[in-house]
DNA sequence: CCTCTCTAGTTCCTTAAAGAGACTAGACTG
DNA sequence: CAGTCTAGTCTCTTTAAGGAACTAGAGAGG
């Protein structure tokens, strides 16, 4: 198959996706935040073909997600980088989503926050700390908007 | 290709990406967000071919995740379901997250809370109010834990 | 030192999904 | 009643994913 690179879209979110959007990208990621970081740990949990896996440890590598540290004896092993801890919000969203809709037997994983409970996270402003939801916020161009929308025609 | 349904990985996050982590898949979400609902707006706009857009929506359509609804004329256009509108919050962060690390020139959508500014939203605690982040929650199991980890083997 | 194993790949072959573009059915338009 | 517009479907080609076999390099054991 070939694939469109999503980047000729001006868009964060097509952006994004051109890194974290290919399959078996996300699970990846979650594993290493579950302290999986070995190929071979991750190879197994997932059941994904080496040929994918290290194709998608790569892309990350290559994108900053994730990175490569010597361990002792001689190995490696993938750790997030800062960038790649950042993608926490988008696994909790995805999570919680998934929870919600897609998990009739109740959610798989809770996440117990320092205050002590379990908790359901809610998207707030950073700036009057209420929810920003579908129907409180209006998109509005921003400071990179509309530089070349496609690049062919 | 063949590709592996994630079904199997009993987890919220894998099922959320068997709807939603197909290629193209959150981008139409994010045009039906902003107000293209029809099949050729939505073609256009993305530079999809048909036939990969006609099987993206159906896959949403059959997931509850879009609806097709009629219009005046005979024709019909493609509305969010709840389940829908709920994925804002992943469209929200993926943003986000691209705005920060993949927008050298700026965030191209920013989003106006009704508050009257700007946002950047966070996630917060719903029960305390608090920033949830990578280095404040735990996972723990939860009801729907590992009920048959992997189908085979 | 030599063999054995273990990890992290690489290579090869097959299957199927995506891209591109031509074609089509059904509704509406002049 | 011919032409157009919408929302597809069909066909062909390219290429990514799955699966399995093979490999290089480090370490372990005798």
New interface residues.
Partial sequence: ?Q??P?ES?????????D?????WT??II?DV??GLHRFEQIRED???SRKVLTDRLNTLVEH?VLKKVPIEKGFEEYRLTR?G???????????????????P???????????G??????????????E???S????????????VR?TSK
């Fill in positions: 198959m694939r469109t999503l879209l001006n868009c964060s979110i097509a952006r994004s996706l890194i974290i959007g290919e399959w996300l699970l979650r935040f579950m997932l059941g994904i900053g960038k801890v950042e993608l926490h919000d988008v696994l909790v969203v995805v999570r919680q989503w998934g929870d919600k809709w897609e998990s037997q109740g959610p798989p994983i809770e996440l117990v926050h320092d205050c409970h379990v908790t359901t996270a809610f998207l707030a402003c950073d700036c009057c700390g209420e920003v939801s579908a409180n916020v209006t998109p509005q161009a921003g400071p990179g908007h509309s530089r496609k």
